[in-house]
């Protein structure tokens, strides 16, 4: 009889473990492996465009601000002398802080080029899309925007000698989604952008949780003057690239995103590969460019925006692209380890210095 109890208890204690092992098992986000092989960080070059990109894993990350980070942004805000009401508002839009999760894709790891800008608009053969969108703002060769792309009398796009590697800015959100597409890609969504910026842990910044400097981004009283001499080439300071290797995020151009903007999105978001709005009116720009002040750099830092009001002309508004990960794309040699761009050193002075960075042993 003892026996019998005690074999009775045994069976129940089993039954238990497997119960609660299968209990810890349970989570309510998808978890999915990083593809066997790919390591964080590896680099592709994509074949239409000559854009290298980078490897985002799959996997969770937090996204948004706090309570805590938005108090600080308003009372920056406040310190520098901002309208009150204006600063209420501050960071409003990246409430809550959540936990999303993304399935793996590459990113682009610089802005897109004015040299790359122009062989897609060469192609196309003019700078509206088919419903006569302007896609660009295109320029008199006599204004004082001398790194803008221009076009001359028999209707090619040209740029400035020396400016071929500045990313492109003054491109409405058409053009940069027409550019994408153009490239085989797509833009990155909102979460993709973010993730790609700030890693899974939350940091402010692409480099961490150190405040701004000149070394680490191109933003307000960096380099050059207001007036269109500001932004740096693509790949300058790479001290403040991601952890992934993903460069000029916070700050050198703002960027366009796919998604819809909306100020309480994040309200009522999903938690899995979230796509923006269904609709809207506007769409949202991340990251702060060459004369926004530093509170603009942090990675949660989100706007929205359409059409440029021809009264102000164009911000300085650029993209970068992106692209759902498929295994079919890593062919070997084209996959490298990560590596450093070689970067010409920026000077001191307000001068905009011209990079060329030394071509990386991809096959094409």
Not at 68 to 91: A, M, Q, T
Not at 158 to 184: D, F, K, L, R, T
Not at 285 to 293: A, E, F, H, L, T
């Amino acid at each position: 009889m003892n026996n019998s109890k005690a074999n009775i208890f045994f069976l129940i204690f089993i039954i238990l473990f497997l119960l609660s092992s299968c209990y810890q098992n349970v989570t309510t986000t998808p978890q999915k492996a990083t593809p066997s092989g790919i390591e964080s960080g590896t680099l592709i070059r994509s074949p239409k465009d000559g854009m290298v990109m980078v490897y985002i894993p799959a996997g969770e990350f937090l996204m948004g601000s706090t309570d805590n980070e938005v108090e600080r942004l308003r009372n920056e805000c406040l310190d520098d002398g901002w309208d009150v009401n204006l600063c209420s508002e501050r960071g409003t839009d990246e409430l809550p802080q959540h936990v999303v999760y993304l399935d793996a894709f590459w990113i682009d790891q610089t802005e897109v080029t004015h040299a790359m800008f122009a062989e897609f608009l060469n192609e196309l053969g003019d700078f509206h899309d088919e419903e006569n969108d302007q896609l660009f703002f295109i320029f008199p060769r006599d204004v004082p925007f001398s790194h803008y792309i221009f076009r001359d009398d028999n209707g090619i796009f040209y740029i400035q000698e020396g400016y071929e590697n500045y990313p492109i800015s003054g491109v409405h959100w058409a053009g940069a989604n027409a550019y994408c597409q153009w490239a085989e890609m797509r833009l990155p969504t909102e979460a993709e952008w973010e993730k790609a910026s700030r890693g899974i842990d939350g940091q402010p910044y692409p480099w961490g949780y150190e405040d701004p400097t000149c070394i680490l981004a191109n933003y307000e009283g960096c380099y050059g003057d207001y007036h269109g001499l500001s932004s740096l080439p693509v790949g300058s300071l790479p001290d403040g690239s991601s952890q992934y290797g993903v460069m000029n995020m916070a700050a050198n151009t703002s960027e366009w995103v796919a998604d819809y903007y909306d100020q309480i999105y994040f309200s009522y978001s999903t938690n899995y590969n979230p796509q923006g709005p269904e609709f809207g009116n506007e769409h949202v720009i991340k990251g702060g460019s060459y004369y926004d002040p530093p509170m603009t750099l942090r990675s949660a830092y989100r706007w929205g925006l359409d059409y440029f009001p021809p009264h102000i002309g164009p911000d300085p508004i650029g993209f970068r692209c992106a692209q759902s990960f498929s295994h079919s794309q890593i062919q070997e040699p084209t996959i490298s380890p990560l590596i450093d761009y070689p970067i010409t050193p920026i000077p001191t002075s307000t001068s905009s210095p011209i990079f060329t960075p030394t071509s990386i042993p991809f096959d094409q």
